[in-house]
Nanobody, 124 residues
Framework: QVQLVESGGGLVQAGDSLRLSCEASGRTFSSSGMGWFRQAPGKEREFVATIDWSSRITYYADSVKGRFTISRDNAKNTGYLQMNSLKPEDTAVYYC?????????????????WGQGTQVTVSS
């Protein structure tokens, strides 16, 4: 079992940066693939970024590629999403998710655990 708690969201202006954190409890996080998803009002939850257990393999949505960076520190049981050059269209609730699989995963249905989310609001 893995429990996830996101933090680091907030209200920023376009062009600013934020770093989201995802603190995990449970012994299996270090061997779990993890990802970040987001959900804007009235829209479905969408993939943002994913990283495998070893940090060797990452994937990003085209909309964030070059601006966001996913990382993890298994010794601290924590994952991160560094978000630079934020745009108003990045406004959403951001969710951290973890999988029993160790690989990086784009498909949200393959994740087994997720947090409560953290709100990111970008004003123009």
């Amino acid at each position: 079992q893995v429990q996830l708690v996101e933090s680091g969201g907030g209200l920023v202006q376009a062009g600013d940066s934020l770093r989201l954190s995802c603190e995990a409890s449970g012994r299996t996080f270090s061997s779990s693939g993890m990802g970040w998803f987001r959900q804007a009002p009235g829209k479905e939850r969408e993939f943002v970024a994913t990283i495998d257990w070893s940090s060797r393999i990452t994937y990003y949505a085209d909309s964030v590629k070059g601006r966001f960076t996913i990382s993890r520190d298994n010794a601290k049981n924590t994952g991160y999403l560094q978000m630079n050059s934020l745009k108003p269209e990045d406004t959403a609730v951001y969710y951290c998710e973890a999988s029993r699989r160790s690989t990086s995963i784009i498909e949200k249905s393959l994740y087994d655990y997720w947090g409560q989310g953290t709100q990111v609001t970008v004003s123009s």
